[in-house]
């Protein structure tokens, strides 16, 4: 199993938590408001349907949805976000991508900084980073909804570029091009998605030990409950059993 089917099924993990916890409501909003300027029909508008499904896997109510709708196309008023892709490393040279979405640019960026500094990291100009990653469609399904083989089949019949098991999840990766049509084919197929997303996928990881995966994640963690930051990607490595340690602190 990859650095990167073990990072997704953890924050598949912890997204789950937060949305029980409430925290990822007003992030999933802004979300929404952002795609919806680009159109407010979801049929039309890949993005915003993304972002529609992930509000109603955290229970946001309907109204809430259409409301955030509204602000992106211009029929309530709200406030004007912008996305914001912030590059840097973490401890031990880590390469980062933190996605923000956010009303105020420089205000995200001067904090966005200090979280970096103080976590041991520091935050680079454009493209220090970028070019070591890759934009993909990432899909999680629960291993107890499908087998390996057919999950396998279905994805290689629509175009995916490589299925990952681990104990609990299968992480299918695709394009962006093709994103749409495997995520399609999947439910077309009467199979519960956990999460599909458009991420930024690493080239090549960095394997990292207790210590610095220890220091990564707090940067990881701290990134993510910032209220501007959407999601966080690295290029991190980390082994199964480095992965259960910190799982259980």
């Not at 409430?22 to 929404?32: D, E, F, N, P, Y």
């Not at 394009?175 to 197929?189: K, M, P």
Request: hydrophobic letters at 35%; charged letters at 30%; proline letters at 2%.
């Amino acid at each position: 199993m990859s650095g990167h089917s073990k990072w997704s099924t953890i924050k598949h993990k912890k997204a789950a938590l937060d949305a029980k916890r409430g925290k990822a409501w007003s992030k999933l909003a802004r979300a929404i408001t952002l795609c919806a300027k680009s159109g407010g029909n979801p049929n039309d508008n890949p993005r915003l349907r993304l972002a529609i499904d992930k509000a109603k896997s955290a229970n946001m109510p309907k109204d809430t949805i259409e409301k955030a709708i509204k602000k992106g196309t211009g029929e309530l008023e709200g406030e004007s976000y912008e996305e914001v892709l912030y590059e840097g490393y973490a401890s031990g040279g880590v390469a980062v991508m933190c996605k923000a979405v956010t009303d105020n640019r420089n205000r995200t960026s001067a904090e966005i900084k200090k979280i970096f500094e103080r976590a041991g990291g520091n935050l680079g100009a454009t493209n220090c980073v970028g070019f070591m990653f890759q934009p993909k469609g990432i899909i999680l399904v629960s291993t107890d909804k499908v087998g390996e083989e057919r999950i396998m089949e279905l994805a290689i019949e629509s175009g995916a570029d490589d299925v990952l098991t681990s104990e609990d999840i299968h992480e299918i990766t695709t394009s962006t091009e093709l994103f749409e049509s495997v995520r399609s084919a999947i439910e077309e197929a009467e199979i519960d998605i956990a999460s599909a997303e458009l991420s930024l996928v690493a080239d090549n990881e960095v394997t990292l030990d207790y210590n610095a995966a220890r220091k990564v994640m707090k940067l990881v963690d701290i990134l993510e409950d910032h209220d501007d930051v959407d999601a966080v990607y690295s290029n991190s490595d980390i082994p199964d059993d480095v992965m259960e340690k910190l799982a259980s602190e």
